[in-house]
């Protein structure tokens, strides 16, 4: 049984997808595809940077969209029957498309919309994130609850995986919460290099334009369940997936629940499909035992074809 995981923004890299365009046909046509929707060439910005436009918000979602989709387009044919699929963040996104409930076009013209309204979002009501290790989520939900006050709101923003949590909020709140953790024993406390603080409060101002756009968009049944960010359980309701993708804006990814939730439905195979490793790394925190391969290019699919684990 085989489950797909979609990386979300930090996952992305001045080179993504270059190599997978050249090769396969497919992921080139996803690129050109993607330029014409936009009506700017992220192709070139995926492939050759500068880096510091890449990672802005507005940018870096699409992008990550893209080649996640251009991959699932190169092995869709080899994959088999799909148990579910899970997106981190922005990558839920992909998973939509990927169960055919989203087009791509619709989701490139969404992802980037929901990239300026986060970036705005950032601009109007500065915030920013930390990642904290070593503390268990009861205490970290409690650490965020004393760093906050009436006016400064401090939220756990991804539960990636045990003892590996991010908080999001207000620059003193987070500050706060920052120490407490420290005190409260976490190994670290490190903020990150972001635009605003995502999965908070703070990013309430985006709502209603994503929600906007997502109401415009014909949504149709899924392929197969995609495991919400919000609630750790699946769904196959379009409707309800409007719904819950709104509301990812200021819930807490609870990556841990997705995961449990997909290796409860009996997948034993994982696929990451996109940049980067880093759900395939977290994937072998949660459950040691989970198979996982991560194919983001022509090498990756070469693997995989040669160990079979590919259909």
């Known amino acids: 049984m085989v489950g797909l995981l979609f990386p979300g923004q930090g996952s992305q890299h001045a080179g993504m997808g270059r190599e997978l365009a050249a090769v396969y046909p497919a992921a080139r046509a996803t690129f050109d595809e993607a330029d014409e929707v936009l009506g700017f060439r992220l192709s070139q910005l995926c492939w050759t940077g500068p880096e510091q436009e890449l990672v802005a918000t507005r940018n870096a979602q699409p992008a990550i969209l893209v080649h996640s989709i251009a991959v699932l387009r190169v092995v869709a044919d080899r994959l088999g029957p799909v148990t579910a699929a899970a997106g981190h963040s922005l990558g839920e996104f992909s998973a939509w ?80 919460a920052m120490s407490l953790a ?20 703070l990013m309430q101002v985006a709502q209603a334009g994503l929600q906007a756009q997502l109401e415009s968009l014909a949504m149709a049944g899924p392929a197969f369940p ?10 196959t309701d379009p409707q309800t997936a409007r719904l819950l993708l709104v509301r990812q804006l200021t819930s807490p990814v609870r990556w841990t629940a997705c995961v449990r939730t997909m290796l409860g439905a009996g997948i034993v195979r994982f696929l990451e499909l996109g940049p980067g490793t880093v759900l395939s790394g977290l994937l072998r925190r949660i459950e040691r035992a989970a198979a996982a391969a991560a194919i983001g290019a022509p090498a990756d699919v070469d693997t995989l074809n040669a160990g079979g684990l590919l259909a």
């Open 97 to 176: 498309v990927a169960a055919g409930t989203l087009g791509f076009a619709d989701a490139v013209r969404t992802v980037r919309l929901r990239g300026e309204l986060m970036q705005r979002s950032g601009d109007e009501r500065p915030g920013t994130m930390a990642a904290v290790l070593g503390l268990e989520d009861e205490v970290l939900d409690q650490v965020c609850l004393d760093a906050s006050t009436a006016d400064e709101s401090c939220v756990p923003a991804n539960y990636n995986s045990p003892g590996q949590l991010v908080i999001s909020g207000d620059v003193a709140a987070v500050e706060r």
């Open 226 to 235: 995609v495991v919400s960010n919000v609630t750790g359980e699946v769904v």
């Open 182 to 201: 420290l005190a409260a024993g976490a190994r670290r406390a490190l903020r990150l290099n972001v635009s605003g603080a995502f999965h908070s409060p």
